[in-house]
């Protein structure tokens, strides 16, 4: 049995490292859930609940990190409010669309808000531009999560 959720660990691992740059897949979680039935296999002797707890809040941090990068990088180009909320707005929708509507979800949000708010083509085109780069940051942070994730399960598995 042991063998076998070592398997399916490892399997969730990898898919949610994945996940973590494909946007359809739940990476973050999946890596979770992978380090946790690494854990349970083991019957929490090497990882304990106290690090499994560590690794949680980790992964409910990444949950946050989408939502506000994409209103980050629409926020620092100068877009208004509604812009940030359209950025929001269009990951939420987007990600009924699969890949391509999680990728052109936020610039169409955040591109429409600002468009509604200030009439500027050229300022709505820098808001969704804000809003692909708040979303590449928010990929490059969750991989950096992940990762370390990994590492702290496998130092506590380790010592």
Request: hydrophobic fraction near 65%; avoid cysteine; glycine fraction near 16%.
């Amino acid at each position: 049995m042991s063998v076998f959720l070592w398997v399916v660990a490892v399997i969730l691992v990898i898919t949610g490292i994945v996940g973590v740059v494909v946007p359809v897949l739940p990476g973050t979680s999946l890596v979770f859930v992978g380090l946790l039935i690494a854990a349970w296999a083991d019957g929490f002797v090497k990882v304990s609940w106290f690090t499994i707890g560590i690794l949680g809040l980790l992964a409910v941090t990444s949950f946050g990190i989408d939502f506000y990068l994409a209103s980050f990088g629409v926020k620092r180009f100068g877009a208004s409010k509604l812009a940030m909320f359209g950025a929001t707005a269009g990951m939420l929708v987007g990600m009924f669309f699969g890949i391509v509507g999680l990728l052109v979800g936020p610039f169409v949000g955040a591109f429409l808000g600002e468009l509604v708010m200030r009439k500027d083509l050229k300022q709505a085109g820098k808001a969704g531009g804000g809003a692909w780069l708040g979303l590449a940051i928010g990929i490059a942070a969750k991989i950096a999560l992940v990762f370390t994730m990994i590492g702290i399960f496998v130092l506590a598995y380790i010592f």
